[in-house]
Structures are given as structure tokens and as C-alpha cells.
């Protein structure tokens, strides 16, 4: 199993764009679909999208028009953008991995709480 | 409110057995054999516990099972341990469209 660590700022100011970063270890960034899924507090999770090696990407319809997912392969990382965020964006980001003909998260983060907020 | 209901909580002694239940749709949990089961101890990462409605990776402990009826499933887990003690997700895939939905959690108490 890969190991994945979240990075990025804790804090966004609403109308801003929240950035994230996904670090993979022990394994290769071209054998999975990356994906980032949320939790806002006292809620569930929810998925917010996918990218591939190769560019492919899929976002939940609910957030497609503000989300970019990329992968960088060289760095063995991928990343998550979300624009114009506003307070219903404060959730734990959590980023997972998923091989292809699989329907599991077989490897997730620990998760990084962004606060929306001025 | 979440796509797939689960109970808030649920509790049991040690050595005895507990069942969460995850109720979806005909177009989710009814549709596809797909149920993944998570374990979460707050401040660390989601652990797969069940895959594939009742599969278990390799290393999960055979006293957790699962299960599916109709558009719900349910992961049981026998012979609780303290270590038990985490809130539990379920999701289940949900065609190309819609792909992913998740439960609200469950959260495991161990008297």
C-alpha cells in the first residue's frame, strides 16, 4: 500500500482558491486514480474528484464547475484546486488512491482541516 | 444529510457482536456490488476494512464481515475489541455519473 500525505494551508479567505497538494510514497503515481475526497464538519464524506497519470480527470457534478485536479507525475504528486470557495467549503480534505478495475480506497491520508474564513 | 444512511451510533461490549447498517438506493447499494467499509480513528487515516460488499483485504481481522439486502448493507463485527472503538463509513460506487457516495458514519462505542 502507498502511503499519501496531505499538504497545503489551513486557512482560505472566502471568494479565494483553495490549494492542496497530495504526496505519494512507496509507490508508483502511475498505477492509480487519485482522488480527493471532503468531510465538513458534523457530515459525511463526499468525493470531489479524480485525475490519472495520464490527465484523465472526473469531478463530482456539485463542484465541477470550481474544481482542477492535476498529477504530477515527476514529483510523484497530485494536487487539488477549488475556486471561489466559500464556508460550505470548510471540511477535512482527505486524498485516496484507487487502482484501476477496483471500487475501493485502498489508501487514504490522515486528512487536512481548511477553514473557510476572512 | 448524506446519500447513504447510516445510524449515528452504536454500541457493545466487549465480546459481543455489532451491526451498522448502510441504506442506499436501487441506483447506488441496490445497483452494484461495490460497498467498501471504512474504519476511522479520528486524527488518522481511513483504514478499508470491506470491499466489495463482503471481501476482506489482507491483514483485517475475520471478525468483521459484510453483507447486503436489497439496497442495504451491513458490516458486522463480532467478538468487539477495545480497539474497535471508531466511527465507521460505508460507501458504495454509483455509475459513471454520479461515481461515489458515502454514508454519514457511525461511530462505535465499546463499553
Known amino acids: 500500500q502507498v502511503q499519501l500525505q496531505e499538504s497545503g494551508p489551513g486557512l482560505v479567505k472566502p471568494s479565494e482558491t483553495l490549494s492542496l497538494t497530495c504526496t505519494v510514497s512507496?509507490?508508483?503515481?502511475?498505477?492509480?486514480?487519485w482522488y480527493w475526497i471532503r468531510q465538513p464538519p458534523g457530515k459525511g464524506l463526499e468525493w470531489i474528484g479524480y485525475?490519472?497519470?495520464?490527465?484523465?480527470?472526473s469531478y463530482n457534478p456539485s463542484l465541477k464547475s470550481r474544481v482542477t485536479i492535476s498529477v504530477d507525475t515527476p514529483k510523484n504528486q497530485f494536487s487539488l484546486k477549488l475556486r471561489s470557495v466559500t464556508a460550505a467549503d470548510t471540511a477535512v480534505y482527505y486524498c485516496?488512491?484507487?487502482?484501476?478495475?477496483?471500487?475501493?480506497?485502498?489508501?487514504w491520508g490522515q486528512g487536512t482541516l481548511v477553514t473557510v474564513s476572512s | 444529510q448524506s446519500a447513504l444512511t447510516q445510524p449515528r451510533s452504536v454500541s457493545g461490549s466487549p465480546g459481543q457482536s455489532v451491526t451498522i447498517s448502510c441504506t442506499g438506493t436501487?441506483?447506488?447499494?441496490?445497483?452494484?456490488?461495490?460497498v467498501s467499509w471504512y474504519q476511522h480513528h479520528p486524527g488518522k487515516a481511513p483504514k478499508l476494512m470491506i470491499y466489495?460488499?463482503?471481501k476482506r483485504p489482507s491483514g483485517v481481522p475475520d471478525r468483521f464481515s459484510g453483507s447486503k439486502s436489497g439496497n442495504t448493507a451491513s458490516l458486522t463485527i463480532s467478538g468487539l475489541q477495545a480497539e474497535d472503538e471508531a466511527d465507521y463509513y460505508c460507501?458504495?460506487?454509483?455509475?459513471?455519473?454520479?461515481?461515489?457516495?458515502f454514508g454519514g458514519g457511525t461511530k462505535l462505542t465499546v463499553l
Open positions: 485516496a488512491s484507487l487502482n484501476s478495475g477496483d471500487f475501493k480506497f485502498d489508501s
Open positions: 512507496g509507490g508508483s503515481i502511475s498505477s492509480s486514480f
Open positions: 485525475g490519472y497519470y495520464s490527465g484523465t480527470t
Open positions: 436501487t441506483s447506488d447499494v441496490g445497483a452494484y456490488n461495490y
Open positions: 466489495d460488499v463482503s
Open positions: 460507501c458504495s460506487y454509483a455509475g459513471s455519473y454520479t461515481s461515489w457516495v
